[in-house]
């Protein structure tokens, strides 16, 4: 890479020596599948990528090109790392780029890009708890335990779960109330280790919480020094600048993890600033398949990974995606490029798919292993329908810069980031304790109501036995048991109660019985199931009080909000009850990675939805959804009308949600 800034690589000098040394490329080529070859208005764009062989035609692309990704795909030593060097040459200095390198092979740049940041993954330093200035806290605990549950292998239960201990901290860390304080890693990793202690804890909850904290071990402690912060590195600063995140000698689902939260805080930041149009940022992959993976085992539905993919394009940022096994790359990476370059394959896998993903002719795909390095077949998604040939210039790196070196060079820019330290979780408490005891004498001294109906959160055995000594023909602990699972889980149908609690058909309808003979619990039939309702003095047995985010009114309403929350916690969605927005109390808020659903119950009085309708929209949710009965429907669609378009406002029966799992 000897040109100097803005100097074109197809200089006429260049171009007088090109028929010679492609003599042997054109002799591959004897019988052409390719020909006739486009011409050069066909293919003509500002950043140069190659050269169709044994002509003067230069093969360029377009900034929104670009913009729409491209992908370059090739064994091993075919020149894909040296087409991103070249492309990268192509936008340097007009537009910012950022390289995700497992290798090290883009901080070889720097002689030639001497604004060039490098972080090595040891010197980086981030918050994952800390979302993009302006994003609703919420909206980031999904796209954070999105990131988390997929990176690591663990399933929606274990999103749930993370969701709500974040939650939690958020709230004991004030960051519902505006706070300037965060959460980090260490932090999750510590709710998470005294939640494994608690004693009493469910079979499958625990193992959830197991799963979660092993994860989380791993981060605080090969990652120590990059989460130890609260506030890291300005990212909002870096988008504007080039930069090299290095991510050689991580583990692999420390380098996913690490890579997707990058990502999302990127398309996060720039979504919420409405940073839309052209293109403002290139983003360069190699070795790409350890991120984009191909049948991608999970129940959170679709990754955000190639959710990203997708929409990414839509904030101005261009992905560049290389990797040497193409058909291990997911679909949503090839499907979404517009360019696709494929260099020499040698892996009948791989020469199968990308033909196919080209669209290549049986002759056109047959070429694909008798490419020689630097040489490339380029199909285009517009502009120019036909696949065709293309070389690329070969740039020279002659500066190899070593680790130390990289530190040396480096050592300035890093440390002139400033970070905000963390705030450790037994601070926090110790001043919320503090605060607490700094309140007046009078309220420190109030007698809290003994009443059983008003919430006692005991849950010692003694006082179940003294409560409900009724009980005579099942253990006392067994029935406090399937008392507690039922308050915790009322959107489990007594089949589902049963399978969770470990018990058989046969044990699990004999505590039932017991139960509901006791008037502890309620047996109410919905759809095909028969789901199990805590009363007033089953509540009381355990020390529960109905909480807010259970829901309103009815148990016939607060099982459908339940239904509703656990259906799409179950595709990877976040939601929540009653959730508080701007003060309007939703039924279900369901934090979808690209929109904010609404769920408002509707089972009798219909003289409320439009004003519910109007106060969902002007609390920023992006759709508001009414569930309701089949009786019913007709009589809301008539009430709606035409008031607002259909992907504003639609209506779902509740059907769907009852059905048995």
Not at 108 to 126: E, T
Request: glycine content about 6%; aromatic content about 10%.
């Amino acid at each position: 890479m000897s040109r100097k800034r803005g100097e074109n690589f197809f200089d006429d000098e260049i171009l007088k020596h090109l028929p010679d040394e492609y003599k042997k490329f054109l002799t591959d080529f004897e019988t052409d599948p390719f020909y006739p070859y486009p011409f050069q208005e066909d293919i003509h764009g500002p950043i140069q990528i190659g050269l169709i062989p044994g002509t003067q035609t230069v093969f360029g692309l377009l900034p929104t090109e670009i913009n729409q990704h491209a992908l370059y795909a090739g064994r091993s030593g075919s020149g894909k790392t040296t087409a991103n060097r070249h492309t990268f040459g192509e936008l340097y200095p007009r537009i910012p780029c950022w390289f995700i390198d497992f290798k090290k092979d883009y901080r070889h740049l720097l002689p030639y890009a001497p604004d060039l940041i490098i972080f090595r993954w040891r010197s980086l330093r981030i918050n994952p708890l800390r979302p993009p200035q302006g994003t609703d806290p919420l909206k980031w605990i999904q796209i954070f335990a999105d990131c988390f549950c997929q990176s690591f292998g663990l399933m929606s239960a274990s999103k749930s779960l993370i969701v709500e201990i974040i939650e939690e901290l958020y709230e004991t860390y004030g960051v519902f109330d505006g706070r300037d304080i965060y959460p980090s890693m260490f932090e999750f990793h510590e709710k998470l280790e005294r939640r494994s202690h608690r004693k009493g804890l469910p079979w499958d909850e625990r193992g959830y919480i197991t799963r979660s904290k092993n994860k989380t071990t791993v981060c605080v402690k090969l990652l120590k020094d990059t989460f130890d912060c609260d506030k890291g590195f300005p990212l909002e600063d870096l988008l504007a600048k080039n930069v090299v995140f290095e991510f050689d000698g991580l583990m692999d689902e420390l380098q996913t993890f690490m890579v997707n939260l990058i990502l999302s805080w990127v398309f996060t930041y720039r979504l919420e600033r409405e940073e839309r149009g052209s293109l403002q940022q290139v983003i360069f992959f190699d070795e790409a398949r350890k991120v984009f993976k191909k049948n991608y085992k999970t129940d959170l539905g679709t990754p955000i990974i190639d959710l990203m993919v997708t929409q990414i394009r839509e904030t101005g940022v261009g992905l560049v995606i290389s990797d040497q096994i193409p058909h291990q790359l997911s679909d949503a990476a090839k499907s979404n490029c517009f360019t696709i370059i494929t260099l020499s394959l040698s892996n009948g896998k791989d020469i199968e798919d990308m033909a196919r993903t080209m669209r290549l002719t049986r002759e056109q795909a047959d070429m694909l292993n008798k490419l020689e390095v630097g040489q490339g077949i380029v199909k285009l998604a517009g502009r120019y329908p036909e696949p065709f040939p293309i070389v690329l210039p070969n740039v020279h790196i002659e500066a190899y810069l070593s680790d130390a070196e990289v530190d040396r060079k480096m050592k300035q820019t890093i440390d002139g980031f400033s970070i905000v330290p963390r705030t450790p979780l037994d601070s926090i408490q110790r001043t919320q304790h503090s605060e607490k005891h700094d309140s007046s004498p009078k309220q420190r001294h109030m007698k809290q109501p003994s009443d059983s109906t008003t919430g006692s959160t005991t849950d010692s055995s003694s006082d179940f036995i003294v409560k409900v000594n009724e009980i005579k023909r099942v253990k006392k602990k067994l029935a406090r048991n399937f008392l507690i699972h039922i308050e915790k889980h009322p959107h489990m149908n007594v089949t589902e109660t049963y399978r969770s609690l470990g018990l058989s058909a046969y044990k699990g309808n004999k505590v039932q019985k017991e139960l509901v003979e006791n008037g502890l619990l309620e047996e109410k039939r919905m759809g095909k199931s028969i789901y199990l309702i805590l009363t007033e003095k089953g509540r009381a047995a355990i020390g529960s009080e109905i909480p807010k985010e259970r829901g309103r009114g009815k148990e016939e309403h607060r099982l459908y909000q339940e239904k509703i929350k656990t259906h799409y916690e179950g595709l990877g969605y976040s939601a929540y009850i009653e959730k508080d927005r701007y003060g309007k109390a939703i039924d279900v808020l369901v934090m979808k990675p690209t929109m904010t659903v609404a769920y408002e119950v509707e089972l009798h009085n219909t003289n409320h939805i439009m004003g519910n309708i109007s106060r969902d929209l002007a609390v920023g949710v992006d759709r508001v959804v009414i569930v309701t009965t089949s009786n019913l429907l007709e009589k809301i669609q008539k009430r709606i009308g035409a008031a607002y378009p259909a992907n504003t406002v639609s209506i779902e029966t509740i059907d769907t949600y009852l059905e048995e799992a």
